[in-house]
Each structure stands twice: as C-alpha cells, then as structure tokens.
T-cell receptor
Framework: RKEVEQDPGPFNVPEGATVAFNCTYS??????FFWYRQDCRKEPKLLMS?????NEDGRFTAQLNRASQYISLLIRDSKLSDSATYLC????WGGGGADGLTFGKGTHLIIQP | GAVVSQHPSRVICKSGTSVKIECRSL??????MFWYRQFPKQSLMLMAT?????????EQGVEKDKFLINHASLTLSTLTVTSAHPEDSSFYIC???????????FGPGTRLTVT
C-alpha cells in the first residue's frame, strides 16, 4: 500500500521564523519526491523536487532520507505569503509505467505578522 | 511553460445528468494525463491515469463506467461524470506530464456541485 503521512498542523509561525515539516512514506520502491504548495481552493503547484543529495531553492531546503523513508522541507525567513498547505508527494515508478502521484494530506502553515 | 488548462472551472448540475470536464496541455505534449479528486479537507486522490490513444487505468474503487475518460490527443483529455449524484460533488483536478519527465503540471481544477 502506498501511503504518505504528514502532520496536518496547523503550524502557527511568526513572520521571519524558520519552520520545518517532515513527511514519511511507506513504499520503499518510491522513486520521485516532491513538495507541492496548495492555496485554499486552488490547484497544487510544484514547489520543488527532492533529490537524494538534498536541494535548496532560495529560502527553501528539501532533504530526502531513503533509509528512514522520510523527506523534509525547511523554510527560512518565513513570509506572510508562505501561508498555505504544503503537500508531500511521492511517485512510484511501476513496472508497467508510472503511476500517478501519491499525496499526503498536507501540512497547513500559517505565518503570523 | 508547462501550462495546463481545465474547463469549466465551476459547474452546477442536477442529479442524474452527465458533466464533461476538459483538460488541455497548452504548450507541451502530454503523453500521460492524470485525474484527481479532492474532497474538502482531504488530500488529492488519484482516480485514473490516461495515456494518449489507450484506455485509462482506474484506481481501485473508481468506477470506470461512471467516470469516462478519453485521451484522444497529446494535448486533450476529458473526464465525463455520468449520472452524477450529490456525493460526486468535489474538486476535480487534472495533471499532465510530458515525455521523460517525472513532474506533473496541474490544471486549475473544476469544482463540481451536484444538486
């Protein structure tokens, strides 16, 4: 069974603070990992892919730990505009072709002024 | 680049009628399109995967005769909700993936309300 688990929050964080989310996945054959951002009543938008070596994009840093089957997202110097739901997403590349993405339920982040 | 559109963005229909939702990749060819459904406060759930020119693959628990998917070209997939019922009311989102890519690009979604 393919599952992705996240703490739903909400995380209430003051503006300028650093916040981190973790996510665990159950399928050890998972191949690709992503963080998506979803604003209320909108479609998900890709925030960043997560590579084995970790990757950084401005204030955002993503890490992957395959041995423990978790990925993380770190947001530094948080902005009010960072308030959203962050979706941990895993792709399992099956033998007959790729499956769709498996989404966590999301972690709700609220940045407070 | 990588823009996906959906039409309509919002639809209200009566119970028993059918509704067609279109998903288009505007600036790339989508070998695979995916249809998701999201109920309030829930995660997106994959309904089906469609490859251009072949039958869609449905996830367990999704009725293929109720949710008809057609992927006739590399830029268009349609989802038809047949004999809609109030419990089908949801946010339907498509995504598209091009050649040799893991990333999926999402359409803006269609909010379906069945009365």
């Amino acid at each position: 069974r393919k599952e992705v688990e996240q703490d739903p929050g909400p995380f209430n964080v003051p503006e300028g603070a650093t916040v981190a989310f973790n996510c665990t996945y159950s399928n050890s054959a998972s191949q690709s990992f992503f963080w998506y951002r979803q604003d209320c009543r909108k479609e998900p938008k890709l925030l960043m892919s997560v590579y084995s070596s970790g990757n950084e994009d401005g204030r955002f840093t993503a890490q992957l730990n395959r041995a423990s089957q978790y990925i993380s997202l770190l947001i530094r110097d948080s902005k009010l505009s960072d308030s959203a739901t962050y979706l941990c997403v895993v792709n399992f590349w099956g033998g007959g072709g790729a499956d769709g993405l498996t989404f966590g339920k999301g972690t709700h982040l609220i940045i407070q002024p | 680049g990588a823009v996906v559109s959906q039409h309509p963005s919002r639809v209200i229909c009566k119970s028993g009628t059918s509704v067609k939702i279109e998903c288009r990749s505007l600036d790339f060819q989508a070998t695979t399109m995916f249809w998701y459904r999201q109920f309030p406060k829930q995660s997106l759930m994959l309904m089906a995967t469609s490859n251009e020119g072949s039958k869609a693959t449905y996830e367990q628990g999704v009725e293929k005769d109720k949710f008809l998917i057609n992927h006739a070209s590399l830029t268009l997939s349609t989802l038809t909700v047949t004999s809609a019922h109030p419990e089908d009311s949801s946010f339907y989102i498509c995504s598209a993936r091009g050649f040799s890519s893991y990333e999926q690009y999402f359409g803006p979604g269609t909010r379906l309300t069945v009365t």
